[in-house]
């Protein structure tokens, strides 16, 4: 079996859901997000693509029902030791499935939690359990119980927290040796990612983001390559990750000599960025860091260039996103406090001249300033050809 935390910490982290269980009067919970399942209980798959359950009851009993494939998978990395394979079976479905296994586990009449905020559980299928369990037992939204308890780290998480950071350093000087004038996006991304694979990471959430000349204003991945200029710039945003935990960074290089609306925008990027950090302590809520980006930025007039959040949680996360919540966003009142491990980002894109720039990193929150997980300074770097 393959644990990265001890039965101690999965344990605390079950004792931990349980008592919120009660507090909200559910007797058992259906997890579908495949973050709860991993930070319960070490199950570690990308089998929530089909459709699995791990259902969880108050007394402390856990229950999974996945495919075949996913029955060596949960029993090799996992503390789960009930585990029922749902059959490809004609109409049969495994929503039914996932009813008869209720019906054994003589659940018939319960308050039950669902997580429906999730990737793991599709529209398809989410219609399915509404429809299905709606006379089989109370069904209530609980899809925001598990991630109130992740987002604040335990000392182990911030173990692999650090080691992520520190991948993603390394990654940032694997590409930046690669950017120069003649140099393609394709060899760029492979020094990034290569450099996280060959010391012992993990694939990310999502694509690390390689974007050059006016691809450097997308926020988002995108097939297809380029070959850089004399004259350039390039966006990225990408993470390091181990055992599943990331650490991002977001930065835009410039080749050649920077335009001096590289410079204006990089000085307004570190402004907000400071005036960010000091809104990052205990206390203070997610919507008083995104009002610090706003109150800088639209300052400057550069509100048409600047985007409705600038950043949100990070832990174990898996496809389609390594984005977690809660997320900076204006008027957010989810509250601050120590060991919360966040990604700030500062990204400005000016369509009218064709710039961009990006300023982010990741964060470790305090006692009192949050602490940054990343070596990089800051500073707007320029690759001279």
């Known amino acids: 079996m393959t644990l990265h935390f001890s039965r101690e910490e999965y344990d605390h982290r079950r004792e931990r859901l349980l008592a919120v269980m009660e507090e909200n009067n559910l007797d058992a919970m259906l997890l579908f997000s495949q973050e709860s399942m991993y930070w319960l209980t070490g199950f570690d798959s990308f089998g929530f693509c089909f459709f699995q359950c791990l259902i969880v009851r108050s007394n402390g009993d856990m229950s999974l029902l996945t495919r075949m494939p996913d029955l060596r998978q949960a029993r090799h990395t996992s503390t789960i030791e009930d585990i029922h394979v749902w059959m490809d079976w004609g109409e049969a479905g495994p929503v039914n499935q996932l009813r008869d296994l209720m019906d054994n586990l003589d659940m018939l009449g319960e308050n039950i939690g669902v997580e429906y905020d999730t990737a793991g559980l599709t529209a398809y299928y989410g219609r399915q359990v509404d429809d299905k369990l709606k006379s089989f037992g109370n069904l209530k939204d ?112 410039v080749v050649g000599e920077p335009t001096p609306r590289h410079v204006e925008l990089f000085d307004a990027a570190v402004i907000a960025l400071k005036a960010c950090e000091e809104q990052m302590v205990p206390g203070k809520t997610f919507g008083d860091v995104f009002e610090a980006h706003a109150s800088v930025l639209d300052e400057r007039g550069l509100h048409p260039h600047r985007i409705n959040a600038c950043g949100y949680s990070l ?21 601050i406090r120590k060991n919360m491990s966040l990604f700030l980002h500062i990204i400005i894109m000016d369509s009218e001249t064709e710039t961009a720039m990006t300023l982010g990193r990741t964060y470790l929150t305090t006692d009192t300033v949050p602490e940054p997980l990343s070596r990089l300074p800051i500073e707007l770097v320029a690759v001279k050809g």
């Open 315 to 335: 832990g174990a996360r898996f496809a389609p996103s390594w984005i977690d919540t809660p997320m900076f966003y204006r008027k957010n009142p989810f509250v």
């Open 142 to 253: 609980a899809s925001t119980l598990i991630p109130a308890l992740r987002v604040q780290k335990s000392f182990a998480e911030i173990v692999y927290i650090r080691e992520a950071a520190e991948m993603a350093d390394n990654a940032f000087d694997a590409g930046l040796a690669i950017i120069k004038p003649g140099a393609n996006d394709a060899d760029i991304l492979a020094a990034m990612q290569g450099s996280v694979l060959a010391a012992g990471g993990s694939y990310p959430g999502n694509g690390f983001i390689v974007g050059s000349g006016k691809d450097a204003l997308l926020c988002r991945t995108k097939s297809g390559r380029r070959t850089l200029e004399e004259q350039d710039q390039v966006t990225l945003e990408f993470a390091g990750v181990s055992k599943n935990y990331h650490s991002a960074l977001m930065r835009t290089v």
